[in-house]
T-cell receptor
Framework: GAVVSQHPSRVICKSGTSVKIECRSL??????MFWYRQFPKKSLMLMAT?????????EQGVEKDKFLINHASLTLSTLTVTSAHPEDSSFYIC???????????FGPGTRLTVT | GEDVEQSLFLSVREGDSSVINCTYT??????LYWYKQEPGAGLQLLTY?????DMKQDQRLTVLLNKKDKHLSLRIADTQTGDSAIYFC???????????FGTGTKLQVIP
């Protein structure tokens, strides 16, 4: 099946700094990727749809200036959490849809802790 | 938007069958999916069913779809300890469209 990687797997940063998370499709091209946030014992919350070569589509309530998404190539999308605060601490997961059924292949996730 | 509901927790004994249930509100979903998430990891696609099907079997996994009642289930035969995880159902239109995930069911397998 399709493989998606994420980097870093864990990151700890100080409040006020910015953190970049990378999502790569390793063996296929992904014109679309999704970014999710998952709170402990909670379902996935879709943050935005990342589109190669164009602006991301953000879900209602997600601050686009805080969560910057760039999809500069067919294999890489990045999520930058700007001016991070402790409430941004969470598990961030990306995915890419493959095939007519749109089955999503997920990255392993990034645990962000803001101190 | 669509709501997708699941029971929070299910506990079964090793070797028994597990049945995880899911109800959804949007009957326009073309595809319905089941994903598995182990602790601290991303989600793994288990299987999916096209909305005009009633059943799909894939080795130990059986998916049943009742469109009239908007009910989806995943049956795991001969449940093993390695099946312990959180299971999410999801619905979507396919292609590059976003999907809506259920609340997740934590499956605990007792040896």
């Amino acid at each position: 099946g399709a493989v998606v990687s994420q980097h870093p797997s864990r990151v700890i940063c100080k409040s006020g700094t910015s953190v970049k998370i990378e999502c790569r499709s390793l063996d296929f091209q992904a014109t679309t990727m999704f970014w999710y946030r998952q709170f402990p014992k909670k379902s996935l919350m879709l943050m935005a749809t990342s589109n190669e070569g164009s602006k991301a589509t953000y879900e209602q309530g997600v601050e686009k200036d805080k969560f910057l998404i760039n999809h500069a190539s067919l294999t890489l999308s990045t999520l930058t959490v700007t001016s991070a605060h402790p409430e941004d601490s969470s598990f961030y997961i990306c995915s890419a849809p493959v095939g007519q059924a749109g089955e999503q292949y997920f990255g392993p996730g990034t645990r962000l802790t803001v101190t | 938007g669509e709501d997708v509901e699941q029971s929070l927790f299910l506990s079964v004994r090793e070797g028994d069958s597990s049945v995880i249930n899911c109800t959804y509100t949007d009957s326009s979903s073309t595809y319905l999916y089941w994903y598995k998430q182990e602790p601290g990891a991303g989600l793994q696609l288990l299987t999916y069913i096209f909305s005009n099907m009633d059943m799909k079997q894939d080795q130990r996994l059986t998916v049943l779809l009742n469109k009239k009642d908007k009910h989806l289930s995943l049956r795991i035969a001969d449940t093993q300890t390695g099946d312990s995880a959180i299971y999410f159902c999801a619905g979507g239109s396919g292609g590059y469209q976003k999907v809506t995930f259920g609340t997740g069911t934590k499956l605990q397998v007792i040896p």
